[in-house]
């Protein structure tokens, strides 16, 4: 309760993973009220860049399985409905053991005032709304590159 977001981020990405001292980056607030079937949370949304090379992932015991994947997510449909532009993008996470797909919708509405959401359609093994937070990050990081 007494410590800053980004203290708190900085601290869970050293306790989880064993790596420290990489910048972070506020990105987005999840909030839904129903996005945990376990009890209400909200998650603050931190995203960091760092070259595998450069550091050894350690799982923390709320990360045990903690590891690095590829990720790659590509637009399948666009559409507007209800004032909204709607995107569907097809998210797949995988390393050498595991693969992982989802499916995403973006639903934006552009403006002086903007508002857009992520949300998960289809999850494909993926924790609660995990897919919607990194399909937004990798979405964000495209953009910048």
């Known amino acids: 309760?007494?410590?800053?977001?980004?203290?708190?981020?900085?601290?869970?990405?050293?306790?989880e993973t064993g790596v420290s001292g990489l910048p972070v980056e506020q990105f987005a607030c999840y909030g839904d009220y129903?996005?945990?079937p376990r009890a209400r949370i909200i998650t603050s949304a931190?995203?960091?860049?760092?070259?595998?090379s450069d550091v050894?992932?350690?799982?923390?015991d709320d990360a045990a399985d903690a590891a690095w994947f590829e990720i790659e997510m590509e637009p399948e449909t666009v559409y507007e409905?209800?004032?909204w532009?709607?995107?569907e993008y097809h998210l797949t996470i995988q390393n050498q053991n595991q693969?992982?797909?989802a499916v995403i919708l973006k639903k934006?509405?552009?403006?002086?005032?903007?508002?857009?959401?992520y949300v998960v359609k289809e999850g494909g093994g993926i924790a609660v709304d995990h897919a919607a937070i990194l399909a937004q990050a990798y979405e964000l990081l495209k953009g910048r590159l």
């Open 85 to 87: 532009e709607k995107t």
């Open 108 to 117: 934006e509405r552009t403006g002086l005032v903007r508002e857009k959401y």
């Open 1 to 15: 309760m007494r410590e800053n977001l980004e203290d708190t981020a900085r601290r869970e990405l050293q306790e």
């Open 81 to 83: 409905e209800d004032g």
């Open 99 to 101: 693969k992982r797909n």
């Open 46 to 52: 931190y995203l960091s860049i760092v070259k595998e």
């Open 34 to 36: 129903q996005r945990d």
């Open 56 to 60: 050894s992932v350690e799982a923390g």
